[in-house]
């Protein structure tokens, strides 16, 4: 094929092109086109394969003890105002509505003896770790049944996570805080190991 025929070629895809341009601004000129809720004929998209499945990164809640090591005492100040109409916390200050919470983070569940707690409280058992206190002040019912706190609870994870840290800092000697987990992205597929 010549030089002559390529050109010629050239020229009629060239025209053909501009022809299409013309018709189409010249149709969209005189029909006003309507919305299209949808597309007018399928699009594919090329989308990159999945690589393995380990390195899929599963978006997980973050865990409690993540909560905790991001948490902000101040924060935490600022949602205990709402505690303070029946808590104190400072060291001896003694009970109001409800006991003491110096140094609850650890203690036993209805552990101050001149407090008397509900019997959903006394029955419960065990201490006041990260993890009940988290439970427990969510939804406060939920977690004793008949308490005595009429606390409708902290919906927001985060505040839970800040008055806790606060709470924690109640204390002569605070519990060390959860260690947080590297990053597991296996804990969710069954490969062994
Ligand atoms: C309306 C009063 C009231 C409010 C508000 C309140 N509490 Fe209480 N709280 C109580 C009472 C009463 C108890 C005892 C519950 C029982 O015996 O069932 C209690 C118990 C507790 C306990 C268990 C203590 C122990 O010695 O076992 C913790 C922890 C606690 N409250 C934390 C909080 C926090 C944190 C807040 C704020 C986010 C809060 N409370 C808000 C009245 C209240």
């Given amino acids: 094929m010549g030089s002559y025929n390529l050109s010629k070629i050239a020229l009629a895809v060239l025209l053909t092109a501009l022809g299409m341009v013309g018709i189409s601004s010249l149709t969209g000129a005189i029909f006003k086109q309507a919305d299209l809720t949808k597309d007018a004929f399928p699009i594919k998209v090329e989308t990159a394969p999945v690589k393995s499945a380990k390195n899929v990164v599963v978006k997980k809640e973050p865990s409690l003890a993540a909560l905790l090591a991001v948490a902000s005492v101040e924060r935490g100040q600022k949602v205990f105002k709402k505690c303070q109409g029946c808590h104190t916390a400072a060291k001896g200050a003694g009970n109001r509505v409800g006991p003491d919470l110096w140094d609850v ?23 006041w770790t990260f993890q009940d206190l988290f439970i427990f002040l969510k939804k406060p019912k939920d977690f004793i049944a008949k308490t005595k706190m009429g606390f409708a609870g902290l919906k927001n994870a985060t505040d839970r996570a800040a008055v806790i840290v606060l709470l924690r800092s109640f204390s002569d000697a605070p519990l060390a805080l959860p260690t947080v987990k590297a990053p597991d992205n296996t804990a969710d597929n069954n490969t062994p190991g």
């Avoid at 569940?109 to 065990?126: C, D, L, R």
Wanted: charged content about 25%.
């Fill in 105 to 127: 983070v650890g203690r036993s569940k209805g552990g101050v003896k001149s407090f008397s707690y509900s019997e959903g409280m006394k029955a419960k058992g065990g201490n």
